[in-house]
Nanobody, 123 residues
Framework: QVQLVESGGGLVQAGGSLRLSCAASGRTYTRYAMGWFRQAPGKDREFVAAISLGGSVTYYADSVKGRFTISRDNAKNTMYLQMNSLKPEDTALYYC????????????????WGQGTQVTVTS
């Protein structure tokens, strides 16, 4: 079992930056690939980024490629999402998730989820 807690969300102006963290507990954290998803009001949850269990392979949605960077520190049981050049359309509740069972882009494939952290970008 893995428990996930996100932090780092907040209110930021367009063009600004935020770094989200996802702290994991449970002895099996390092066995799982992980991902970030987001959900804006009235919209479906969408894939943002994912990272392999060792951290050497990363995946990004086209909408965030070049602006967001996913990383993980397995010694600290923590995953990060560095978000730069934020846009109002990045406003959403951001979730971290673990164990995609090989399908990084599909939220239905993930077994473990955090409660989310709100990111609001003003123009």
């Amino acid at each position: 079992q893995v428990q996930l807690v996100e932090s780092g969300g907040g209110l930021v102006q367009a063009g600004g930056s935020l770094r989200l963290s996802c702290a994991a507990s449970g002895r099996t954290y390092t066995r799982y690939a992980m991902g970030w998803f987001r959900q804006a009001p009235g919209k479906d949850r969408e894939f943002v980024a994912a990272i392999s269990l060792g951290g050497s392979v990363t995946y990004y949605a086209d909408s965030v490629k070049g602006r967001f960077t996913i990383s993980r520190d397995n010694a600290k049981n923590t995953m990060y999402l560095q978000m730069n050049s934020l846009k109002p359309e990045d406003t959403a509740l951001y979730y971290c998730a673990a164990d995609p069972r090989g399908n990084y882009y599909d939220d239905n494939a993930y077994d473990y989820w955090g409660q989310g952290t709100q990111v609001t970008v003003t123009s």
